[in-house]
């Protein structure tokens, strides 16, 4: 069937899906929405893939990166999507969305399609997180500037500038600021690293080091804003017991002892049952 006719018409494969999440319980999301530096970000050193493993059975990482993509592509994306999107009651505060595009922006528009005026970039991304914040209530948005370009790179230097990538970087960031987001700035974080030009693989996309780079900041900005807190890796219990708990019952009825996906949990996500004797 259509997935998206399915979600704007409410029908069963949308209940399907809820339903299969429903079964599966119910973890913090972050969904990582950007261009190829995102679609990446789930390769095997990749800065999706290293959150994936530091919040294993805490977390679910969703990659929605899609190569070559710029602000325009991704503002006809969540308007479509949006139209369909169904409200949820729960609220979306287990939820966080990086944005992360810029680096198609800010190719010259005289030599590369993907190029996008500074003012339309910032425009586009503006109506992005304002979309974003009404169509997920409670979800946390973090906006990331485009990296710096290395220019002595030979693949993809023709047209692009590590200063024409500058402005959008500062545009992103004020972007951020005038919508009461948290962003972190990778281009200013890696111009300040004396060999940040070995941060990038190819003189665009992030190197394994870069990779590691993005995500180590990406922790830190879990650590130092408040409105991120809940996000930090102590903060996000493990789903459903450590396997150790179950010692307290007996074989038979190790899974049916109280079982809560989370230790604060009470009704509908516990299984409550006998206790062992046994210590």
């Not at 602000?71 to 994306?77: N, P, R, Y």
């Not at 972007?175 to 060999?195: C, Q, R, S, W």
């Amino acid at each position: 069937g259509n997935l998206k006719t399915s979600l704007r018409k409410g029908s069963s494969e949308a209940d399907d899906l809820r339903n299969f999440v429903d079964i599966l319980g119910h973890r913090k999301q972050f969904w990582l929405f950007g261009d190829s530096i995102t679609q990446r970000a789930t390769g095997p050193t990749g800065w999706g893939t290293l959150l994936s493993h530091r919040y294993s059975r805490k977390v679910d990482v969703i990659n929605r990166g899609f190569s070559g993509y710029n602000t325009k592509h991704a503002l006809a994306m969540v308007k479509m999507l949006a139209q369909g999107a169904q409200e949820d009651r729960g609220g979306f505060s287990h939820v966080l969305v990086t944005v992360f595009f810029g680096a198609n922006d800010a190719c010259d528009r005289d030599i590369a399609w993907q190029g996008v005026p500074l003012s339309e970039y910032a425009e586009n991304l503006r109506q992005i997180v304002e979309i974003l914040q009404k169509k997920l209530p409670g979800a946390s948005v973090v906006v990331i500037t485009p990296p710096p370009f290395n220019s002595d790179a030979k693949r993809h230097a023709k047209p692009r500038s590590n200063e024409r990538v500058a402005k959008f970087a500062a545009a992103a960031v004020g972007v951020a600021e005038e919508k009461g987001v948290p962003f972190l700035d990778l281009y200013h974080t890696m111009m300040n690293i004396t060999d940040w030009k070995s941060y990038l693989e190819d003189g665009l996309h992030l190197s394994d080091s870069g990779q590691r780079l993005l995500f180590d900041s990406l922790l830190s900005l879990f650590s130092s804003h408040p409105s991120l807190s809940r996000f930090k890796e102590r903060s996000v219990p493990q789903h459903f017991p450590t396997w150790s708990r179950f010692a307290k019952w007996s074989p038979s009825d190790a899974i049916l002892g109280k079982i809560c996906e989370y230790p604060d949990e009470k009704g509908r996500y516990c299984i409550q049952g006998q206790a062992s004797a046994v210590a």
